[in-house]
């Protein structure tokens, strides 16, 4: 995708894009079934992808990374983390969270993927 992309190849990267979603889409879910029959309303709603990495590489790349972790501490709204147990990232997360920030309530979902 990273060549499609330097090589301006717009159709070469929107079709690696389509094979890359089929696959991920896999752990968003925690059903499969779920999962293959979301991905052609998921396609159409994310619109097109070339365009979409045109912005993320030229326009989102240059803000750099998220630099307020260390600010967390000094939210005191309360704070509402979902968290699904089948989650491909690691429950860990949802941990550190919740030492960065006191106030946050963590609820776990059973049978549920990345997407709550």
């Known amino acids: 995708m990273e060549r499609a992309l330097g090589a301006e ?5 929107r079709a690696l894009d389509r094979q890359l979603v089929a696959l991920s889409i896999r752990a968003w879910f925690y059903s499969p079934e779920q999962a293959s029959t979301y991905l052609e309303t998921y396609l159409d709603l994310a619109g097109d992808a070339y365009n979409a990495a045109l ?3 030229r326009i989102l790349g240059s ?3 998220f630099a307020a972790w ?4 000094a939210w005191e709204a309360p704070t509402l983390v979902l968290y699904g ?3 491909f990232e690691p429950i860990t997360q949802a941990y550190t969270i ?4 006191p106030q946050t309530r963590i ?4 049978e549920c993927g990345h997407y709550p």
């Open 9 to 13: 190849d717009a159709e070469s990267y």
């Open 55 to 57: 912005v993320s590489e």
């Open 63 to 65: 803000l750099g990374e």
């Open 70 to 73: 260390d600010r967390l501490g």
């Open 85 to 87: 147990y089948q989650d």
């Open 98 to 101: 919740k030492e960065w920030a």
């Open 107 to 110: 609820v776990y979902l059973n």
